[in-house]
């Protein structure tokens, strides 16, 4: 029956009925072969990241799909877990798209940003609840920071322009396993990390010291 009805868009879930991929482990090997075989014609690159974006959720049918089509063959497949790490990320690319057309003008999608920004506190709430009180008090210093007026010689929102790229890479890591954006989220981060220090973020440099040492973990879409 599942057969029958699967439309088979999704290549993984094609692997699965063709019983190339048996197991929630050749499942995930299979996709994180599949994302490695994917290079950004440039690192960072918001197009790359909505493909993947789109390709992270096909994993995550194909895990459900593969879950129905064990249970019905009689088998124990591990049972149905909501991956809410995932899906904390999965909110602050969502904000972040939101609020990046804008360049920190914070009136428009106020609604929709407002939204995203309470789905990811209660995402965060089930996958680690005692950061949930950090990450309140780190998006006031980011939206201070944003608002920010010129200092001396430098641009104006010179460090909000600097930790962009930190959430970007961190954020596109954890959406499609591409090791590259861990990478690429550690360039400059002393001296981002460092200026926060001094100029007294304690709350936002607290919340990206967590996220950075997350990385060690693995990718969120790879759990």
Known sequence: MLKAVA??????????????????EDLRATY?????????????????????????????????????????QGLSPEGPRTNY???????????????LPYAFHSDENQESITAAKQLAISALSHWKPAVVDLYGKADSDHLS?????????YLKHALALNIRPIIHNIVAFHLTG?????????????AIMQMLADQGWNALHGLLTFMIEDLKNGAAVLE
Do not use: W
Not at 85 to 99: A, D, G, K, T
Not at 145 to 152: A, L, M, N
């Open 7 to 24: 439309k088979l868009d999704n290549a993984l879930i094609q692997l699965i009925v063709d019983g190339r991929i048996r197991t929630l």
């Open 32 to 72: 994180h072969k599949l994302a490695m075989q994917t290079h950004p014609d440039a690192v960072g690159s918001d197009k790359l990241v909505r493909k993947f974006l789109e390709f992270s959720d096909q994993y995550e049918e194909a895990k459900a799909y593969l879950a129905k089509s064990m249970k019905d």
């Open 85 to 99: 790490r995932l899906e904390f990320f999965r909110q602050l690319h969502l904000i972040e798209s939101l609020e």
């Open 145 to 153: 920071i944003k608002r920010e007026k010129p200092r001396g010689p």
């Open 178 to 190: 591409h090791e590259v954006y861990a990478r690429q989220s550690q360039q400059n981060l002393n």
